[in-house]
T-cell receptor, first 113, second 112 residues
Framework: QKEVEQDPGPLSVPEGAIVSLNCTYS??????FMWYRQYSRKGPELLMY????GNKEDGRFTAQVDKSSKYISLFIRDSQPSDSATYLC?????????????FGRGTQLTVWP | SAVISQKPSRDICQRGTSLTIQCQVD?????MFWYRQQPGQSLTLIAT?????????ESGFVIDKFPISRPNLTFSTLTVSNMSPEDSSIYLC?????????FGPGTRLTVL
């Protein structure tokens, strides 16, 4: 069993839709949870970073962490064609510079106009 | 956030040869990391490179295959040695800064 599971999709939605992206994990020691966005042929770009359980909102993006279920989500409201990318969840069990990150395989999202 | 550049951006190499990938950061950072992203697979950490000490390799990766240098706080190199087609992948460096990690654009390597 992989430590981080993420459905690779692809996911295709119309512009304006609410998108839900999810990851599950098995290591209860994970405390830090991240979402990265990766455009084609680019490096991953950090979108949001959450410590422990709860919600965090940044503009159209909301990250949720449910440690009891070992489940994290990223919601994108009013999705735009520019949101089309691969979204990677990542996790760490340590602070400071986070050390090793454990990644999901990424979900490929297409938002069509 | 730190700005990270990598060279080369892509390369096509013959099996049995070696390629050195450079990672340059625009600020001094303590921890740098090297990851591999194989097609359809998750990003996987190869090693952690701290300035002034030997790199720490993850399980499945060895120094003879992936030697790393970290001569100062803004620069690191990863060499992929004695390459085979299975080494075809994207190689990325990242830096740790204030509880976050930032990634470079990656080096796309194809081994024939």
């Amino acid at each position: 069993q992989k430590e981080v599971e993420q459905d690779p999709g692809p996911l295709s939605v119309p512009e304006g839709a609410i998108v839900s992206l999810n990851c599950t994990y098995s290591n209860s020691a994970f405390q830090y949870f991240m979402w990265y966005r990766q455009y084609s042929r680019k490096g991953p770009e950090l979108l949001m970073y959450t410590y422990s359980s709860g919600n965090k909102e940044d503009g159209r993006f909301t990250a949720q962490v449910d440690k009891s279920s070992k489940y994290i989500s990223l919601f994108i409201r009013d999705s735009q064609p520019s949101d089309s990318a691969t979204y990677l969840c990542a996790m760490s069990d340590r602070g400071s510079t986070l050390g090793r990150l454990y990644f999901g395989r990424g979900t490929q999202l297409t938002v069509w106009p | 956030s730190a700005v990270i550049s990598q060279k080369p951006s892509r390369d096509i190499c013959q099996r049995g040869t070696s390629l050195t990938i450079q990672c340059q950061v625009d600020s001094q950072v303590t921890m740098m990391f090297w990851y591999r992203q194989q097609p359809g697979q998750s990003l996987t950490l190869i090693a952690t490179a701290n300035q002034g000490s030997e790199a720490t390799y993850e399980s499945g990766f060895v120094i003879d295959k992936f030697p790393i240098s970290r001569p100062n706080l803004t620069f690191s190199t990863l060499t992929v040695s004695n390459m085979s087609p299975e080494d075809s992948s994207i190689y990325l460096c990242s830096v740790g800064e204030f509880n976050e990690q930032f990634f470079g654009p990656g080096t796309r390597l194809t081994v024939l």
